[in-house]
T-cell receptor
């Protein structure tokens, strides 16, 4: 297993277009997170899945954002009608169940979105 | 409302010396704290964590200290190495929730 992967790594789109990002977590990880990171800031929580269930969603996530994890494995994050303020790095992380430190989140390399 | 704050955006340290990165939090419900390291073009990597029932956790060159009364934690790296040069984020979580709150990061530069 090579870790958490994200696709694409970079996406440039025009304002108003829809974009979709994919995250493939580490295979045995049942928990999956999406974060957004802008310049000079830390990762900002967007949403959390346990298996296929979306258990928490940030209030910062407008109705234009939707995330799915249909089979409890890979996940997609879609942004509809993109705005320039959506330009950011979108990070995915996964982890297993359990309170031990070795169960902490493993992050993917991120998808950098630029909205023109 | 920034619940986790890293007030030093950058820090430079000589190789072999101690690096001390600081983090303050405002939410007294936080009971689990973590440090992540991030290299350019990579996602953050988990470094070390501490539960609120402890005041110190050590892993090799890395030690995290927690002062609950001051709502402050710090990461000590001894001795610092050039490969430690990265952005360090502290994060916090409350038991029973799934949300991790991250600070804004401190860029550490270890000078050879």
């Amino acid at each position: 297993d090579t870790g958490v992967s994200q696709d694409p790594r970079h996406k440039i789109t025009k304002r108003g277009q829809n974009v979709t990002f994919r995250c493939d977590p580490i295979s045995e990880h049942n928990r999956l997170y999406w974060y957004r990171q802008t310049l000079g800031q830390g990762p900002e929580f967007l949403t959390y899945f346990q298996n296929e269930a979306q258990l928490e969603k940030s209030r910062l996530l407008s109705d234009r954002f939707s995330a799915e994890r249909p089979k409890g494995s890979f996940s997609t994050l879609e942004i509809q009608r993109t705005e320039q303020g959506d330009s950011a790095m979108y990070l995915c992380a996964s982890r297993t169940t359990g309170a031990h430190s070795y169960n902490e989140q493993f992050f993917g390399p991120g998808t950098r979105l630029t909205v023109l | 409302d920034q619940q986790v704050k890293q007030n030093s955006p950058s820090l430079s340290v000589q190789e072999g010396r101690i690096s001390i990165l600081n983090c303050d939090y405002t939410n007294s419900m936080f009971d689990y704290f973590l440090w992540y390291k991030k290299y350019p073009a990579e996602g953050p990597t988990f470094l070390i964590s501490i539960s609120s029932i402890k005041d110190k956790n050590e892993d090799g060159r890395f030690t995290v200290f927690l002062n609950k009364s001051a709502k402050h934690l710090s990461l000590h790296i001894v001795p610092s190495q050039p490969g430690d040069s990265a952005v360090y984020f502290c994060a916090a979580r409350t038991s029973g929730t799934y949300k991790y709150i991250f600070g804004t990061g401190t860029r550490l530069k270890v000078l050879a």
